[in-house]
């Protein structure tokens, strides 16, 4: 079993309100988010590949311009854009063909915080 991950950046604006962070978390602010995406399997013979990594790039891109300088709040399943939120919107948006989707980690790098996101319980 190989895992691969690629990862891609984000810049977004969000509010939260009901957290102990109080007032400052309230107000419409942004971050720097970094999601980082793990496939597992094992790879092609034909290509060597667990998944190509132009395909792969393809569907974050996609997912990338849904949330890339948006307002999270505003983006329809993200109406409470917490990191939590956010691992899985990305997740449940990727159903790579012939893959197993690990999981998907989510970075607030300035703050020092990260989600990840591995999939219902079964």
Same mark, same amino acid.
């Given at each position: 079993?190989?895992? $691969? ?49 132009? #395909? ?5 891109? #996609? $997912? ?22 956010? #691992?899985?919107? $990305? ?10 989707? #690990? ?20």
């Amino acid at each position: 079993m190989w895992e $691969i991950v690629k990862s891609f950046r984000f810049e977004a604006a969000h509010s939260l309100a009901g957290t102990t962070l109080g007032s400052d978390a309230e107000q419409v602010h942004g971050h720097s988010f970094r999601a980082e995406v793990a496939l597992r399997g094992t790879p092609d013979p034909a290509t060597g590949m667990v998944k190509d990594f132009g #395909a792969l790039d393809a569907e974050l891109a #996609a $997912i990338r311009r849904t949330l890339d300088h948006r307002m999270l709040n505003h983006v329809e399943g993200l109406e409470r854009p917490t990191l939590e939120t956010l #691992a899985r919107y $990305i997740f449940d948006r990727l159903r790579p063909a012939g893959v197993r989707l #690990a999981r998907v980690t989510v970075y607030r790098d300035s703050c020092g915080e990260a989600c990840s996101y591995f999939g219902e319980d079964k």
